[in-house]
């Protein structure tokens, strides 16, 4: 059974820190905000387009031992935004991301790598998710060639080899 190192690990459950990786990696990335203090997060909601989405950094997250799954919560006011922020922070123990909400295609890569060097890999168009609000899919088709599978397969091989990732 082959692993990712510890770091790429968590880099990789961490949306806050793979986007910085992306970011510095010059992966186009979302606006995405993480206030830590009240006056930061009044300022992003009175700020930010609404409908926006708050959500976890990890999909699972450990505190005193138990593992808390968190899902992303569409908001459509500022009054909603802190809410939704406060009661994650609470539950969770750590600042959730704020981002706009994004509507449109969604698209993904796959691939199988050893230290950074993929194996195999496929890109897909996600036509139906279990839930009309996101999470998982449950009906793709592989892209076909062109500019948007090119860009997409180049960003994935660069961020997976930043992280020297082993394994899916």
Known sequence: FVLPPDRAIEIAFDKAITQSLAR?????????????????????????PYPAVVKPRKSVTYRDGVGYFGSAQFVHTSEELVA?????????????????????EEYGVEMIARQGNPHALVTHHRIRSLSPSGGASVLKETLTPGHLRETMETYARKIVLDLEWTGP
């Open 84 to 104: 939704a922020y406060r009661g994650l922070l609470q539950k969770l123990g750590e600042a959730p991301l704020i981002q706009e909400r994004v509507v449109g």
């Open 24 to 48: 510095v990696s010059g992966i186009p990335t979302m606006p995405t905000h993480m206030p830590t203090r009240d006056e930061e997060l009044y300022r992003v909601a009175a700020s930010i």
